[in-house]
């Protein structure tokens, strides 16, 4: 008896840590598949449109999506992130917060829509004026579904959140592609992005089980906030920061190279910026679950850091070799000046996730006063790049961009070196087998060429993966092994429910 009752704490543990790895790995999964089937679906969307309209026209839409993207912070303002961390929420924190955004949404659209004439005049383009009016209905629609989607979450229910996704993205880019084809122009993505906010918004409301109650409490928002203000503060910052690019452009330079530059950040950041929130999207919730258990969260921080570089760095340098024929097939001739653009932001956005990664680790354990300061002093970084390139054009504000990610990673890991001793240093020291090897695929794959540009890209694509496999094969790269367990136990898992 005596032992049973000694190893009964050791086998529910060892149960709760298997089950948190199930539930981990088939969120990452769902995640993966949902992030890349909504934007990668949104992707297709637009280049469908961009073939139809003008870069000038797709570039109207890339001057006000900074303020959409400011909008979705301000929304959540760290309150979604606020309820994921913490242990134990109620039913009046998620109303609480449920009254809070929409009160935020209605707000900023008032705003937007106040301020359409200034906005359109700092760009000098009276045609904004319309485009923000129109499509900040979109902001108040989504701040509707911001707790049903942060209780999936934490729920790491993201199947659900896929099935709505797809059919938000299936019906509005259908909608979108019809108006394009009638002619409608830029209103065609304008009207997208309102039918996917309601769509979305719509079936969370169906499939949820959650609604709000009529309840609302001080005393929880306060609490909230003391997290979520810092989360808040450094989202904007971080918001601000990257889209600093696309304000000045704006400012700067005519709405056709606003839309080259759009269109060029659109393929680096569905690779990247998605693969990111897929694994910050399933990984900050497992990583505040485990907390309380140092050992546990950096393993699992360390796996992330492992599996983000041996995805994202082979992937963004394969965006390199294949930005040229891409652009030819899909997008067209008239789309040539966003190759430069893809290339250096994909080489920019190879590093971001990384850094990225390491700031969420500080969320993870509650320190988002430190997540705060890494962006306070990234910000003027940021600025600082901005106003030494932009005299220089365009080009060079892009090559910037890339300068200036490679101080952001050593800013982000300069905390959890401190806190975990596991600073930048060690990171990339962990790394090398995975970036020797994407050193090796780009070198075997550059030079070679095929004149026709869908052979050429597909034969590529082809050549560089194994490539690149074989050598992170031949480094023993951790993150390889870990696929192929996986991959394996999936595999012996189906047979074995067949033979069953």
């Known amino acids: 008896m005596g032992t049973a009752i000694t190893s009964m704490p050791t086998q529910i543990i ?12 088939s969120g990452l999964i769902w995640n993966a598949i949902e992030r890349f089937m909504v934007q990668g679906g949104q992707f297709v969307i637009r280049i469908m449109i961009a073939r139809m309209i003008t870069p000038a026209e797709y570039g109207l839409v890339g001057m006000v999506a900074v303020f959409l993207v400011l909008s979705d912070v301000i929304i959540n303002g760290g309150f979604s992130q606020a309820l994921i961390q913490k242990k134990n929420r109620t039913d009046l924190d998620y109303s609480t917060v449920f009254y809070i955004n929409f009160a935020l ?3 900023i659209y008032g705003l937007l829509y106040g301020f359409a004439p200034e906005i359109s005049h700092f760009y000098k383009d009276e045609r904004l004026i319309d485009v923000i009016r129109l499509i900040s209905l979109s902001i108040v629609i989504k701040s509707l579904s911001v707790v049903q989607i942060a209780k999936l979450s934490i729920e790491l229910n993201f199947r659900l959140k896929t099935i709505v996704n797809f059919w938000a993205v299936l019906i509005s880019g259908i909608f979108a592609i019809y108006l394009a084809y009638m002619n409608y ?15 979305v918004t719509l079936l969370m409301f169906i499939v949820s089980k959650w609604r709000p109650k009529w309840a609302f409490s001080f005393s929880r928002t306060k609490e909230l906030f003391n997290f979520g203000s810092k989360v808040f503060l450094a989202g904007l910052l971080g918001v601000l920061s990257d889209n600093s690019y696309s304000i000045l452009i704006g400012r700067i330079f005519t709405s056709k190279e606003v839309g080259f530059y759009s269109q060029g950040r659109n393929l680096p950041d569905l690779l990247s910026v998605n693969l ?18 140092r050992e546990r969260l950096m393993n699992i921080y360390k796996k992330s850091l492992d599996m983000t570089a041996f995805v994202v760095l082979p992937c963004m340098m ?3 070799i294949i930005a040229e024929p891409f652009v030819k097939v899909f997008l067209t001739d008239k789309w040539l000046p966003s190759v430069f653009i893809i290339q250096w932001l994909a080489l920019s956005r190879m590093i971001i996730p990384l850094g990225a990664i390491n700031a969420n680790l500080l969320n993870a354990i509650g320190r988002s006063d430190l997540y705060l300061k890494i962006d306070l002093i990234k910000f003027p970084l940021t600025l600082l790049g901005l106003f030494i390139s932009a005299p220089f054009g365009l080009k060079y504000m892009v090559m910037s961009n890339f300068v200036v990610s490679i101080f952001y990673f050593f800013i982000n890991a300069y905390y959890p070196g401190k806190l975990f001793g596991y600073g930048a240093f060690k990171q990339l020291k962990d790394m090398l087998p995975v970036i020797i090897s994407t050193a090796v695929m780009f070198l075997a794959v550059y030079y070679f060429s095929i004149d026709n540009g869908m052979i050429d890209m597909i034969a590529k694509i082809s050549l560089g993966g194994l490539v690149y496999i074989v050598c992170c094969a031949c480094l023993k790269v951790n993150a390889l092994r870990e696929v192929f367990i996986f991959a394996r136990g999936k595999i012996n898992k189906n047979s074995a429910g067949g033979i069953l």
């Not at 060892?14 to 790995?25: A, C």
């Not at 122009?185 to 769509?199: E, R």
């Not at 990111?276 to 258990?293: E, T, Y």
């Open 105 to 107: 949404g209605l707000c």
């Open 14 to 25: 060892k149960m709760t840590s298997r089950s948190l790895k199930e539930r981990t790995i």
């Open 185 to 199: 122009g830029v209103l065609a993505l304008v009207y997208q992005a309102i039918s996917y906010s309601a769509i």
């Open 276 to 293: 990111f929130n897929v694994l910050q999207g399933v990984l900050f919730p497992v990583m505040a679950a485990a907390q309380d258990d």
């Open 318 to 320: 394969g965006l390199v």
